[in-house]
């Protein structure tokens, strides 16, 4: 019977097909033994026709046996059904369910079953990925969140000890006048300074909340004018620093879907940065592939140091030189952001024939033109 109930697919049946199938089965099965019953109860009158108890007894028992015989073919078709169409699927629900509740995520949920079950698992397969993919998105926001709090914190220690130090010796030495006018002065200009960068700090801070609330509004553009505005905005900055560039596109599609403010904040960070280090040329690929819409600038100059690629994207981070123009180093970091809002990346490197390559990825559904 397995085998049979298996050549003729139940798995493949909805739930209700597969009900009706085994409740038609089960009551041919069941005429066939009440047929076969009765053949017995008629055949042992035939042998005692003459005997009282067989007359007697003989309908009573055959009703009976009847009976008996719809009641188990009710209990079997029931454990059948439980067996071949909602045992299994349910025993993966509850794994699944005690596993989600416990937030183990690392694991799928598959059933080949094509019914409304399988369905479900489906559903329930497309849910759980989606929880460990918010998971560990929320994991990395708080874990950065540490980071940057943590080196925000670090950065404001200096200035925050050198306010601290002098609000100390105004008050030990300005009520007994041992402190010059122009010492004095020196004194209050120099926490100036400090009270200035305290609050830039906190404003680099704010840009960071905001940045991460910021909605994604994608639109549909054509990649000769995304690429027109990024060149305008490339020959800008390079003319400000007496460099030139150069740009290649290799794409699949001629039209792309993303958000052209988030995509062009990102792309002149990133071009600030080549022509800030190139010596001479900065190189700007475009590229169209696999739903993503990439930027990749490369350029001329001594590229990163093995520190800085590792702590490039760190907020904060500004290598070795120290920028006195309010440079927190917070370029990279935001694009980071940015690009990772857009469900794509930033990735570091150095190129292959020296200076740097920063590549920003952007998932962007395709149209095909």
Same mark, same amino acid.
Not at 105 to 121: P, R, T, W
Not at 278 to 299: E, N, P
């Given at each position: 019977?397995?085998?049979?109930?298996?050549?003729?697919?139940?798995?493949?049946?909805?739930?209700?097909?597969?009900?009706?199938?085994?409740?038609?089965?089960?009551?041919?099965? *069941?005429?066939?033994?009440? /047929?076969?019953?009765?053949?017995?109860?008629? %055949?042992?009158?035939? +042998?005692? #026709?003459?005997? #009282?108890?067989?007359?007697?007894?003989?309908?009573?028992?055959?009703?009976?046996? *009847?009976?008996?015989?719809?009641?188990?073919?009710?209990?079997?078709?029931?454990?059948?059904?439980?067996?071949?169409?909602?045992?299994?699927?349910?025993?993966?629900?509850?794994?699944?369910?005690?596993?989600? %509740?416990?937030?183990?995520?690392?694991?799928?949920?598959?059933?080949?079953?094509?019914?409304?079950?399988?369905?479900?698992?489906?559903?329930?397969?497309?849910?759980?990925?989606? @929880?460990?993919?918010?998971?560990? $998105?929320?994991?990395?926001? /708080?874990?950065?969140?540490? !980071?940057?709090?943590?080196?925000?914190?670090?950065?404001?220690?200096?200035?925050?000890?050198?306010?601290?130090?002098?609000?100390?010796? @105004?008050?030990?030495?300005?009520?007994?006048?041992?402190?010059?006018?122009?010492?004095?002065? =020196?004194?209050? +200009?120099?926490?100036?300074?400090?009270?200035?960068?305290?609050?830039?700090?906190?404003?680099?801070?704010?840009?960071? +909340?905001?940045?991460?609330?910021?909605?994604? !509004?994608?639109?549909?553009?054509?990649?000769?004018?995304?690429?027109?505005?990024?060149?305008? %905005?490339?020959?800008?900055?390079? &003319?400000?620093?007496?460099? &030139?560039?150069?740009? $290649?596109?290799?794409?699949?599609?001629?039209?792309?879907?993303?958000?052209?403010?988030?995509?062009?904040?990102?792309?002149?960070? /990133?071009?600030?940065?080549?022509?800030?280090?190139?010596? %001479?040329?900065? &190189?700007?690929?475009?590229? *169209?592939?696999?739903?993503?819409?990439?930027?990749?600038?490369?350029?001329?100059?001594?590229?990163?140091?093995?520190? =800085?690629?590792?702590?490039?994207?760190?907020?904060?981070? &500004?290598?070795?030189?120290?920028?006195?123009?309010?440079?927190?180093?917070?370029?990279?970091?935001?694009?980071?952001?940015?690009?990772?809002?857009?469900?794509?990346?930033?990735? *570091?490197e150095n190129g292959s024939h020296g200076g740097a390559k920063i590549t920003a990825s952007f998932f962007t559904k395709l149209i095909k033109s």
């Open positions: 019977m397995e085998k049979m109930i298996g050549w003729l697919r139940l798995k493949n049946m909805t739930l209700l097909q597969s009900f009706i199938f085994l409740c038609s089965f089960m009551l041919l099965m *069941v005429l066939s033994v009440i /047929v076969l019953e009765f053949k017995w109860a008629e %055949s042992i009158r035939q +042998q005692y #026709p003459d005997h #009282p108890l067989v007359n007697k007894w003989a309908l009573p028992s055959l009703v009976a046996i *009847v009976m008996i015989t719809v009641a188990v073919s009710i209990l079997l078709m029931a454990s059948l059904f439980y067996r071949w169409k909602l045992k299994k699927p349910l025993e993966i629900l509850m794994k699944a369910s005690n596993k989600i %509740s416990a937030n183990e995520l690392d694991f799928h949920i598959y059933y080949d079953g094509k019914d409304e079950f399988g369905e479900l698992c489906l559903v329930f397969e497309k849910m759980r990925s989606q @929880l460990e993919k918010n998971f560990k $998105t929320l994991w990395r926001s /708080v874990e950065e969140r540490k !980071q940057v709090n943590a080196i925000f914190a670090h950065d404001l220690r200096t200035p925050l000890s050198v306010l601290k130090g002098y609000s100390e010796l @105004l008050t030990t030495y300005l009520p007994r006048n041992n402190i010059s006018e122009e010492k004095l002065l =020196d004194m209050i +200009q120099t926490m100036k300074v400090h009270i200035i960068r305290l609050e830039s700090y906190t404003e680099a801070m704010n840009s960071i +909340q905001k940045l991460e609330d910021m909605p994604v !509004q994608r639109q549909a553009i054509a990649l000769e004018e995304i690429t027109s505005l990024l060149n305008d %905005s490339a020959q800008q900055i390079m &003319r400000q620093c007496d460099k &030139r560039f150069v740009s $290649t596109i290799n794409a699949d599609s001629n039209n792309i879907r993303v958000d052209l403010n988030l995509v062009m904040q990102v792309f002149e960070n /990133v071009i600030a940065n080549g022509a800030r280090y190139a010596t %001479s040329q900065v &190189r700007i690929d475009y590229s *169209v592939s696999k739903d993503f819409f990439s930027i990749t600038i490369m350029d001329d100059g001594a590229g990163f140091s093995e520190t =800085d690629l590792q702590k490039a994207v760190l907020p904060f981070y &500004r290598g070795e030189v120290w920028d006195t123009n309010g440079h927190h180093g917070l370029g990279l970091y935001i694009c980071k952001i940015l690009c990772e809002k857009h469900d794509g990346s930033l990735h *570091v």
